[in-house]
């Protein structure tokens, strides 16, 4: 293997699951890359003060503190994350919302939600997708959870543009935009609205979604 290979490799399980002291800077990656997408994969939530919010995979954690702004003292975040050392990140970074009981950390993934059945109003997960192997039962799970009326957010990058990137070919799962949206209905959730997030063929994608009835 060579060196390129070596390090596509290691950056490709970074990004899947954040670990040791890469794990660091990984966070501060992605917090950077999907600022733009996380804040209006939250604006389409439309959520109120006093809701409860989740951020599934919340990787950096900068979904976390604006879904805190967004829900406010009166609300509470779940942060869902398989990576230790992103919780560690978040619960250093957010012990102020812990303690306030405002904000709850789990070490799972989206397929074992450890919340109650119909408690969450909103719920996002940015370019988690691409990990996890069987999005019917990962979106039945969130389903689940949601509350009538309560919104599931999904922002992926574009299908292409992740296909011409050397780093998907080592562990990613790319999935045509249709795939997901089928997934989507599968798993008992309904296509509200399909928006694109930036400008050109590169722009990413948010999936709006809501129980079906």
């Known amino acids: 293997m060579g060196f390129r290979e070596s390090f596509e490799r290691g950056l490709a399980k970074q990004l899947a699951r954040p670990s040791g002291r890469r794990g660091a800077l990984t966070g501060m990656l992605l917090n950077r890359r999907n600022e733009q997408l996380i804040t209006e994969a ?13 951020d599934i995979g919340f990787g950096g954690g900068t979904g976390l503190g604006k ?43 989206m397929s074992q939600l450890p919340l109650d059945d119909a408690s969450v109003n909103g719920a996002i997960t940015v370019n988690t997708i ?62 509200v609205d399909h928006r694109r997030c930036g400008s050109g063929w590169r722009s990413a994608h948010l999936l709006v979604s809501t129980p079906m009835a």
């Open 42 to 54: 939250i604006a389409a939530l439309d959520l109120k003060p006093g809701a409860v919010a989740a």
């Open 67 to 109: 879904l805190l702004e967004r829900v406010g003292q009166s609300g509470t975040v779940h942060g869902v994350e398989i990576s230790d050392a992103m919780l560690a990140r978040a619960t250093r970074k957010y012990a102020w919302a812990i303690d306030a009981g405002t904000l709850e950390l789990h070490e799972t993934s």
């Open 130 to 191: 691409y990990f996890i192997e069987d999005l019917k039962r990962a979106f039945t799970e969130v389903a689940g959870v949601l509350a009538p009326g309560g919104r599931f957010v999904i922002g992926m990058a574009d299908p292409d543009v992740m296909a011409s990137m050397p780093v998907t070919q080592h562990g990613f799962t790319v999935r045509p935009v249709d795939d997901v949206i089928e997934a989507l209905r599968a798993g008992h959730l309904e296509l």
